[in-house]
């Protein structure tokens, strides 16, 4: 039998001691398929632009067309970076597959990726050099600025169309990260010599979420210090984005299968973790207790929807509706039912006017697909007992003013068979990479 700790660390073992004898050698791996020829310019122009002067700077273009490669090479060679700069053409292979090439070639003491839309500022590498300098070997992680773009239906990103926010995590938060990504490729650097050791590569087989499946077995080795400063700038554009060159099965099906490769391996944690793990109130050889009350609070839920005051509604939605109708039940007259369950802090209420049932939950926790905010906010599902929709009060929906965190309800059946609320209408927190 092993130990956990063996586990963790398989037959390479520990990974052997390193600390910089100077400046932090870091190894650049910029990928591209040779479709945005601008923006790869702007990202290799901000690398070239650092306070701290990058070892290595490999292109990998992505592309089985020959004379596609030959241009990129062409194209940089013209633009005369003061670089130390190496194009690589990969003819094949998924979106890790130009990743694992540029593994293959880094030599730096430290590798960190940058898609052909990104954007580096000044001290990307120097923030990264510093952290390093203060928790040896550790994987640095900076905050990530979001700014949308607009490409007018092509692939260049043309002009911003708002202002950098700040969706991710402001701090590497390895809990969350089991459940959610919140760290894009391009705010990290990756501890070189850890890599070679564990003979760790991106996942080829996963058709996207490959940087947090890599994030999730190197973070639990070295550690991540977090810096507190936005150094980098994804560009989410409007068109061939990351979000849409897959469909959403796609996302909510890799979501599923990193999370069991997480699931996997034993979860060595921080400082700190246990206590938040303890609130949880996990029960012994099951899942939280919370996660089961509110599973019982959903079915409560679901049977309160199914009674005969949902009938009385739906009956007044029909045709054989009179003007007056003197002897109306007092349930069907009556506007609300309040129905509370104190032990899960779960409220109900149904509305035989507005025909719908809204439920809120205190202390749920929910992901989304691949875009979710920072913070969860509380949930707020609705569903609807009736498909007719009065000219005077409109159906909600996720395209009539709900909030981004109004989810549909669904049956418990569904709901908590995965231990996790899949809502097929809002994203999860994207990945940070560029469609390949």
């Not at 540029?102 to 990104?118: H, I, K, P, R, W």
């Not at 609320?421 to 999860?428: L, R």
Request: charged share 20%; hydrophobic share 35%; proline share 8%.
């Amino acid at each position: 039998m092993t130990t956990p700790l063996e586990q963790l660390l398989g037959a390479a073992g520990p990974p052997p001691a390193w600390r910089p004898t100077g400046p932090v050698r870091f190894s650049i791996i910029v990928r591209t398929q040779g479709r945005r020829p601008t923006a790869l310019i702007a990202a290799l122009e901000s690398i070239a632009e650092q306070s701290h002067a990058a070892h290595q700077v490999l292109v990998l273009v992505h592309e089985p067309d020959a004379s596609v490669i030959e241009r990129v090479r062409a194209d940089l060679e013209n633009a005369s970076f003061n670089l130390p700069l190496e194009v690589i053409g990969v003819p094949d292979g998924g979106r890790s597959r130009p990743l694992n090439v540029g593994l293959d070639s880094a030599t730096g003491d430290y590798v960190c990726f940058l898609d052909d839309d990104d954007l580096a500022l000044p001290d990307w590498l120097g923030a990264f050099d510093r952290a390093i300098h203060a928790a040896p070997g550790t994987t640095p992680r900076a905050r990530t600025g979001v700014q949308p773009w607009a490409t007018d239906g092509g692939e260049e990103p043309l002009r911003p169309l708002g202002r950098v926010e700040e969706p991710f995590a402001a701090e590497f938060d390895l809990l969350g990260h089991c459940s959610q990504n919140q760290t894009p490729i391009c705010a990290v650097a990756f501890p070189r010599h850890v890599i070679e050791h564990f003979s760790f590569r991106f996942a080829e087989e996963l058709p996207v979420f490959e940087d947090w499946e890599f994030l999730m077995r190197l973070a639990p080795l070295t550690g991540v210090s977090s810096i507190n400063a936005q150094t980098q700038l994804y560009r989410r554009l409007d068109h061939g984005n990351a979000d849409t060159a897959e469909d959403p099965s796609v996302w909510d099906q890799t979501h599923a299968v990193v999370v069991a490769r997480i699931a996997e391996r034993p979860l060595l944690t921080s400082v700190g973790d246990a206590q938040r793990i303890a609130t949880a109130h996990f029960l012994v050889g099951a899942g939280s207790r919370h996660e089961i009350e509110l599973a019982e609070a959903y079915r409560d839920l679901e049977q309160f929807t199914r009674s005969p005051l949902r009938w009385g509604a739906r009956a007044r939605s029909t045709g054989r509706r009179r003007s007056s109708e003197p002897n109306r039940s007092a349930a069907a007259m009556s506007s609300t039912q309040l129905y509370e369950n104190q032990s899960t802090k779960l409220s109900v209420r149904f509305s035989t006017n507005k025909k719908e049932t809204t439920a809120t939950h205190s202390h749920a926790s929910v992901s989304g697909r691949r875009h979710a905010r920072t913070t969860t906010p509380p949930i707020a599902a609705t569903t609807t007992t009736d498909q007719s929709t009065s000219p005077t009060t409109p159906r909600p929906s996720n395209n009539s003013g709900i909030e981004p965190w109004a989810l549909p309800l669904r049956s418990s059946s569904s709901v908590w068979s995965s231990g996790v609320y899949q809502n097929a209408s809002q994203p999860w927190p994207m990945n940070g990479s560029s469609p390949m």
